[in-house]
């Protein structure tokens, strides 16, 4: 299956990254990509589109992160400004609700990581810098949600995926991928 094959690449991805072997993290995002543009929505009976949508974000987050340790702005630009239009527009908190799970499991931090670096130590136009200062601010506020949500207990100790979505906007099926992807044990309290 389509997703599955996307699945595996987004994590070889990931893996590639945490390793700094950029150029074979791009390798795998974009096998990722390819996959998941090949995946009609229309044919979904596994997994939800939230989860396909997932694995689109981490992707391009990666390519995002490897192009610009590759020292490929332009490309870093492009996916940044796709990955933000695309993730702001719907209004839904899906975007964020990714960027938490992501967070939770770890994989956000080498994106943010190099977000950073690229930021104050390259010399970057100005587009550039707009658009990867706009994804550094989200992957930070992400972080500081998580930290002081973490700290107040979030509702007695649970995540709820209904603290970054609007269950009006989010069919239960997607609701239940994010319950799923937000139950990370050893940090939160999983019923």
């Given amino acids: 299956m389509e997703d599955r094959r996307a699945e595996k690449s987004c994590e070889q991805a990931c893996e590639s990254l945490k390793r700094q072997d950029y150029e074979m993290a791009l390798k795998h ?63 839904d908190g899906a975007f964020q609700a990714v960027l938490c799970c992501m967070q939770l499991k770890g994989k956000l931090q080498p994106v943010s990581s190099i977000l950073a670096k690229s930021l104050t130590g390259e010399s970057l136009n100005g ?41 009006s906007l989010v069919p239960s099926s997607e609701l239940c991928f994010l319950s799923r992807c937000l139950c990370v044990p050893g940090l939160l309290f999983c019923p």
């Fill in 29 to 91: 995002c974009t096998e990722a990509l390819l996959s998941l543009g090949q995946y009609s929505m229309a044919d979904c009976t596994g997994p939800c589109p939230l989860e396909i949508e997932s694995i689109k974000i981490e992707s391009l987050l990666y390519r995002i992160a490897s192009f610009l340790q590759l020292k490929n702005y332009g490309q870093a630009d492009e996916d940044c400004r796709h990955v933000l239009g695309e993730g702001l527009a719907k209004g």
């Fill in 127 to 167: 587009m550039v810098t707009k658009d990867l200062t706009r994804l550094k601010t989200l992957l930070t506020e992400t972080e500081v949600r998580l930290f002081h949500g973490h700290q107040q207990g979030f509702k007695g100790g649970v995540l709820e995926p209904r603290d970054f979505l609007s269950p």
